[in-house]
């Protein structure tokens, strides 16, 4: 971190610095306001309208930098931060790079639950917590567990094949991967997806790392609500709010002349809008309006 070390001015934020969450991270930076410009050669962008310096780092390496104060904040997976055991705050799960870290064997083999893998040889990427799952498995320590753990850092679907292991515990998303292998999953060590993380100690200013995780927070319900609009009849609004609470609560208002109609607007799940404008115009809306949400504060 010798780089940065001139930055005593700006916080420290770790971004993955490439690959998909690479590139998740970057649209929630900019669904932040957050702004910057990457040097391809450089792995630090300095933010131009924030005093932020954001850090292009390993994913793997997040959680040692953050859980050490290096940085103040970070984006990386829940399995990387299990796997370096750091001690860090995790306040914002990110809803992206969601998968599953599981144990699988070859399909047409001999095991079906992870019990009969005692004293076999296991390979992963995540040797720790490979390592601690089958010593619980077990029931002892690791020190005396018979399971032996080797590690490959890439092509982990490969080693069954090509008997190095017995079975082998790696990331599964879609299962493709997995299937293709000619392997299927038996046990799940750890479900996990892209966190915001904070560090426990960290140097930047404390406002500004609160205002940083509101506007990611405000990014994260954008993504999930969009806002409805309807006008309707007071008579119909028993029926209409039960369908639109809201959040908190719809907002009214008062339209036309002779105060029997009112506008309403609130907040809906996206991936219920399709159903929600049909019960609405069942239950008497009319003039329903759906509009997306490019970021809020809740």
């Not at 140097?203 to 205002?211: F, P, Q, S, V």
């Amino acid at each position: 971190m010798e780089l940065v070390n001139h930055l005593t001015d700006r916080l420290l934020f770790a971004i993955p610095k490439k690959g998909r969450l690479y590139q998740k991270s970057v649209e929630i930076l900019n669904g932040s306001d957050i702004k910057f410009h990457r040097s391809q050669r450089l792995d630090i962008a300095l933010s131009t309208n924030l005093p932020v310096a954001l850090i292009f780092l390993p994913a793997a390496d997040i959680p040692m930098f953050v859980g050490e104060g290096k940085c103040d904040l970070g984006i990386t997976g829940v399995d990387q931060v299990r796997e370096a055991n750091i001690d860090v705050d995790l306040p914002i799960d990110l809803k992206f790079g969601s998968c599953k870290l599981q144990v699988q064997v070859p399909n047409n083999g001999e095991y079906t639950k992870p019990e009969q893998l005692v004293g076999k040889t296991i390979v992963s990427t995540f040797t720790n917590l490979t390592k601690k799952y089958f010593a619980k498995l077990e029931g002892v320590p690791e020190s005396q567990m018979t399971t032996k753990v080797k590690y490959v850092g890439g092509s982990v679907e490969a080693s069954c094949a090509l008997g190095v292991a017995d079975a082998i515990v790696d990331l599964v998303e879609s299962g493709e991967t997995m299937r293709a292998a000619g392997l299927i999953d038996i046990a799940t060590v750890l479900d996990t997806s892209a966190h915001l993380i904070q560090s426990k100690y960290p140097k930047g200013d404390a406002e500004l790392i609160e205002t940083i995780k509101s506007r990611i927070e405000g990014v994260m319900t954008a993504q999930r609500y969009v806002y409805c609009t309807y006008n309707a009849a007071k008579v119909s609004l028993p029926s209409l709010l039960a369908i639109t609470p809201g959040r908190k609560a719809p907002t009214l208002t008062n339209v036309g002349d002779d105060g029997e109609w009112v506008a309403v607007a609130a907040m809906i799940e996206k991936n219920k809008k399709g159903a929600i404008m049909d019960e609405l115009k069942k239950n008497g809306a009319t003039d329903i309006i759906v509009f997306d949400i490019s970021n809020c504060r809740v």
